[in-house]
């Protein structure tokens, strides 16, 4: 039976009631702004994390991501070490560690830079969902840049367009790990399984999980 969705968005909102329905511990986020150009969906299985809002607001910068992430609680390292192969200018790296250390994320003593704060990454599965109705090229497009991004990397499409996908492109999806969900009305099946990116920069990691705890914080607000 074919499977008709008028819209995408309505695609996007019936797979997020079906993922719902069958692993309601996993943190949901619709267009959710991790690369350039947002992702449909991005689910993360697990997010507790130690910061502040503001200082969830610092770390979901490239720059004061890379720099918090190589302090340490226990190692001190020098600022000239600190500010090594970030990617960035000396400028913009100095300007970076003034605001990590007035967020009271890292501290300066005798020349030396700590980690001012107890963080260890949870364990999550970060996974992300480009829903389309059927523009596989688009979809596949988008998927590909994703994995630089999640740890899964997905297409969803309606069920009857995803099994034909899957007949004719299963190869070249396998080959590049990417991932195809088929959505009805009441369930989504996962045709092919994506496969796990073992590249996913820890900084880009970080970025993701302050990201989704700040959006999640936001939507709280303004429900209340």
């Given amino acids: ?5 008028d819209y995408e968005e309505t695609l996007v909102n019936t797979f997020i009631d079906n993922f719902l329905m069958e692993k309601n511990d996993n ?5 959710m702004p991790i690369r350039w150009g947002n992702i449909d969906v991005v689910s993360i299985t697990n997010n507790n994390l130690p910061f502040t809002k503001s200082q969830m607001e610092i770390l979901s910068k490239p720059t004061h991501a890379k720099l918090f992430l190589k302090t340490k609680n226990n190692r001190p ?16 790296c100095e300007s970076a560690v003034r605001d990590l250390i007035k967020n009271n994320l890292i501290i300066e003593y005798n ?31 988008q998927s590909c840049l994703n994995k630089s ?23 070249i999806l396998e080959e590049h790990g990417i991932g195809l969900i088929g959505t009805s009305r009441k369930k989504s099946i996962i045709l092919i399984r994506a496969k796990k990116q073992e590249e996913l ?8 999980l302050v990201q989704s705890q700040s959006i999640l914080q936001k939507l709280e607000e303004a429900s209340l």
């Fill in 1 to 5: 039976m074919k499977e008709i969705f």
């Fill in 111 to 141: 020349d030396f830079y700590y980690r001012n704060i107890d963080f260890i990454f949870p364990k999550v599965i970060i996974s992300g969902y480009e829903a389309k109705l059927k523009d596989y090229k688009k979809a596949f497009y």
């Fill in 149 to 171: 991004y999640v740890d899964l990397s997905y297409m969803v499409f309606p069920i009857d367009i995803a099994q034909k996908i899957s007949e004719s492109k299963k190869e």
């Fill in 27 to 31: 943190i949901l986020i619709k267009e």
């Fill in 201 to 208: 920069k820890p900084y880009l990691r970080l970025i993701n």
């Fill in 77 to 92: 390292i020098k600022k000239e070490n600190l500010i090594k192969n970030i990617g960035a200018s000396k400028a913009t």
